[in-house]
């Protein structure tokens, strides 16, 4: 409790102290929320285009797969046939909706601070609901609610149709990290992501990790570092006086984002997280959750399936994502060892020219800036009630500096 007070007066002190003498600290929610309401929805054939495109199918499929075990997870606690209720925290543009309906769940509420995304993304649950109700044998679809507003500032309970909601399942994708801008945004985000989930339930997101960016920042000589996908550039030259909270630094993906965002720190997360009765029960970087997922044959299956690698070789060189040899430097290499312990086991008939899926090295090097988090309520503060999962495992907290990343590590998987 005294590290937790001495986190929070600190962070209060610094967000103070940041502020520009005699003004009030520049507020950047509506510079992100500008970015993502102008942001153009591609079509399909645009986005088979892009550069990125393995990559945010690689995305997508880490989180479908943190989805679809935490809709598991919730249905082994408790019932099968459990009534899953989810708060999409960040929804966008609703890129997870198909998501949640292969999860079967019953009620979704979708919040976001850009009303054109959040305009779309009902848009798109219209469409979904009207397309079922055209086919043959029509599923049940969840019920759904869309809300815009900033969720570090404004109270979502408040706006909730009914007030008495309560979800089993919290989702904040690729999005946690805009509140780490000051304490009091942290906490409001918190607030909104846990104060309505029932005992027992979870707080499941993807976000950067700030380890891995201060490690590979202590790497450059400007505070910036990237390559032709993706950028990151601090805000200033002291990198070992990180502030709690208001880290600031820029990110850039190629054509998606480009955007003031915010180191998370760890620490302060959960201790954050422990006032609403919230424990960590994983935080792995995206390298390691992607070694671990992918050799389950389902999820490895859905990687092929959402096309969440590029194959290699491509039939044709100028088919390959990039056009810089480099970027495949790591899985040529694989290949040429795959392809020869494969001569030798098969004979002159049998001998077929090895494939395996891949991301380009640029690309690898963007996604695995992020990791994935995982919280359960297990104190309910209100009542003092407790919660005991059924299978519980129990979390070893990574060390720091067992969160980063090998960017050499394979990123492959054989295809044939
Ligand atoms: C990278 S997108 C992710 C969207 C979605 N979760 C997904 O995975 O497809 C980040 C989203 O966070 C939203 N966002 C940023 N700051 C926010 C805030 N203060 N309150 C609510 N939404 C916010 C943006 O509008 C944007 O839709």
Redesign the pocket.
């Known amino acids: 409790m005294r590290l937790w007070k001495y986190i929070c007066e600190a962070g209060k002190k610094e967000v103070e102290t940041q502020k520009p003498q005699g003004q009030q600290a520049v507020d950047l ?1 509506g510079t ?2 500008k970015h ?1 309401n102008e942001l153009q929805e591609a079509g399909l054939e645009t986005r088979k285009d892009s550069r990125i495109f393995f990559l945010r199918n690689f995305n997508n499929w880490i ?1 479908s797969v943190v989805i679809g075990e935490t809709i598991n997870r919730l249905r082994d606690e408790n019932t099968s046939d459990l009534k899953v209720s989810v708060l ?1 925290l ?4 609703g ?2 909706l198909l998501k949640w309906r292969k999860g079967r769940i019953s009620k979704l509420i979708c ?4 009303e054109t ?1 959040v305009e779309q993304s009902e848009v798109r649950y219209n469409d979904m609901v009207d397309k079922n109700s055209r086919d043959r044998y029509p599923q049940p679809i969840f019920k759904a609610e869309f809300i815009a ?5 404004k109270r979502l309970k408040d706006l909730y149709k009914d007030p008495s909601t309560e979800f089993d399942l919290c989702s ?4 946690f990290h ?2 780490f801008e000051s304490i009091q945004q942290a906490e409001m985000m918190l607030r909104n992501a846990c104060e309505c989930l029932r005992l027992g339930g979870y707080f499941i997101g993807t976000t950067p990790n700030s380890y891995e960016i201060l490690h590979r920042l202590r790497q450059t000589t400007d505070n910036s570092f990237g390559n032709d996908v993706y950028r990151i550039t601090y805000q200033s030259d002291d990198i070992e006086n990180i502030p709690l909270f208001g880290a600031k630094y820029n990110f850039h993906l190629e054509g998606v ?1 480009d955007c003031p965002e915010f180191l998370v720190n760890f620490q302060a997360l959960e201790k954050l997280a422990e006032e609403f009765g919230m424990k960590l029960v994983l935080r792995k970087p995206f390298a390691e959750y992607f070694k671990e997922k992918s050799e389950h044959g389902d999820h490895s299956s859905l990687l092929r399936k959402m096309k969440a690698l590029e194959t290699y070789p491509a039939d044709r060189e100028s088919n390959l994502v990039s056009e810089k040899p480099e970027d495949y430097k790591t899985v040529e290499a694989v290949v040429k060892h795959l392809q020869e312990s494969d001569d030798q086991a098969a004979d002159d008939r049998h001998r077929r020219p090895v494939k395996v899926g891949t991301l380009s090295q640029a690309e690898w090097e963007a996604t695995t800036i992020y990791c994935v988090f995982v919280f359960q309520k297990v104190v309910d503060k209100r009542t003092g009630q407790t919660f005991t999962p059924k299978n519980q495992e129990t979390h070893k907290r990574p060390a720091d500096d067992q969160n980063r990343t090998d960017l050499s590590e394979s990123k492959t998987q054989k295809l044939t």
């Open positions: 929610t992100v929320a993502y989180k999409d960040c929804a966008g543009k890129g997870d919040a976001d601070i850009a995304s507003a900033d969720c570090t500032k904040c994708q690729f999005s805009y509140c984002v």
